[in-house]
């Protein structure tokens, strides 16, 4: 068992055709059972050709028709992010992921609320993974997204973050010690996105076959604190915490878009506070991330 994607999930690509696409669709059908799952692409200027021996579609809608698939991911240059991913909606997809930085706030601001909107008025929801993101991996079943599969070993510790570099070095420190991941998670860092920490956890916390966590947040908003006061509550794991930017100046907009202090509860010191209020094992230091984990186990 994982969270969200196994072996037997089927993916659409939108934006297979353009460079990024083409290059991590490729690297995403050599891993593991990659040919089985990713069984469509969308360009509605290329449909009824094939790459990589998989036939691409006009539309979303067209590709899940054809293909059962429950997932997109999606590579589309940042003007045209926002509607790929409504279009995802549209189609009723289970799980968008979209790893396109850059994406405007406003544009973000606006598929939000039609995605609400649709929900409210009793459509079918479909879970929003970033922008911004790195994407998700069930090691050696499936990998969707720009990470690098050969560190990753199936295992039973989750791992979720919004820094995809932090995410790989958590995940290689798992694997060297020889315990392996359940499922990594970038949620990515965008001021507006999908799904949070809290939600992962949910999910982690859930899933039978994940021991522990590690989750890694970053300075600028309330997404983490939130996810520990949920912790506090409701965790039945344990969990080691690492936030970056501790060194960061308040009022400083970092690279990631989310990343911005306003100083007081966003601050990376205060976050660790909570953090550790709430039952987390927490490090300043994201080197010791694998052993801490590995001295709760």
Not at 43 to 63: L, Q, R, T, Y
Not at 92 to 107: F, N, Q, S
Not at 176 to 204: C, T, V, W, Y
Request: aromatic content about 4%.
């Amino acid at each position: 068992m994982s969270i969200l994607i196994n072996k037997n999930t089927k993916v659409i690509t939108q934006g297979i055709t353009g460079k990024t696409g083409q290059f991590h669709t490729e690297k995403c059908i050599e891993y593991a059972n990659g040919k089985n799952c990713f069984v469509a692409g969308v360009n509605p200027k290329k449909a009824g050709e094939k790459i990589f021996d998989v036939p691409i579609f006009a539309s979303v809608k067209d590709a899940k028709a054809a293909s059962g698939a429950t997932v997109s991911v999606i590579y589309v240059p940042p003007a045209g992010a926002a509607d790929a991913i409504w279009e995802a909606c549209e189609a009723d997809i289970d799980l968008a992921i979209c790893i396109t930085e850059g994406i405007p706030v406003r544009d973000m601001l606006i598929v939000r609320n039609k995605m609400k909107q649709k929900v409210a008025r009793g459509g079918k929801e479909t879970l929003l993974l970033g922008p911004n993101c790195p994407g998700l991996i069930t090691p050696e079943e499936i990998k969707i997204g720009i990470m690098p599969g050969h560190i990753h070993r199936k295992g039973r510790i989750g791992v979720v973050s919004r820094s995809g570099t932090l995410t790989y070095e958590a995940v290689a420190q798992v694997t060297e010690l020889g315990l392996g991941q359940s499922s990594a998670i970038g949620i990515g860092g965008d001021p507006i996105n999908g799904l949070k920490h809290i939600d992962i956890m949910r999910m982690f916390n859930d899933d039978p076959d994940t021991d522990a966590v590690i989750m890694i947040g970053e300075i600028g908003g309330p997404d983490e604190a939130e996810a520990a006061r949920w912790c506090k509550d409701h965790m039945k794991k344990p969990v080691v915490g690492f936030i970056a930017g501790v060194t960061a100046p308040a009022g400083k907009r970092m690279g990631h878009a989310g990343a911005l202090i306003s100083g007081g509860a966003d601050t990376a010191e205060a976050k660790l506070a909570i953090m550790e209020e709430c039952g987390f094992t927490v490090t300043r230091n994201p080197s010791e991330m694998g052993k801490l984990l590995k001295s709760l186990l």
